[in-house]
């Protein structure tokens, strides 16, 4: 085997590997942009990077709801716990799947926030909330 054909193979075999994998810096900036949107409390904002169907966990009450019910009950729980900030603790990836667990300080009080996420065609969306007292 000549040594283009082989560095061509090299190549093809390390975009299959890594093909699955959410590249770091599109999970980095939908982060960013999701500490924003919860720093806020922009219920709206955080509908653009909701799944068409989203597993709400908020405080003891979980079920799937459509992209606009989640929204609607984000926009109540935010008017109810008026957030001061928002902070990521941890986050991680594997595949096309990612997660974040964060830490929600509202003038209420302080709530642990679980976000998972998949890559759908191309597009990281919010698949699962979990929102929980700390």
Known sequence: MNRKVRTIMIIASIAVVFSGF???GSTDSFLESITKVFTNGNSSELGKHLNPTVELELLDEENIYSKSQAELLMKDFFTRNKPTSFR????GNKGNTSFAIGTLVTQTGSFR????????KSK?????????RS
């Open 124 to 132: 990281l969306l919010i698949h699962q909330i979990r929102i929980e």
């Open 22 to 24: 959410v590249p770091q």
């Open 113 to 120: 926030v679980s976000i998972f996420m998949k890559t759908d």
């Open 88 to 91: 990521i603790n941890h986050q």
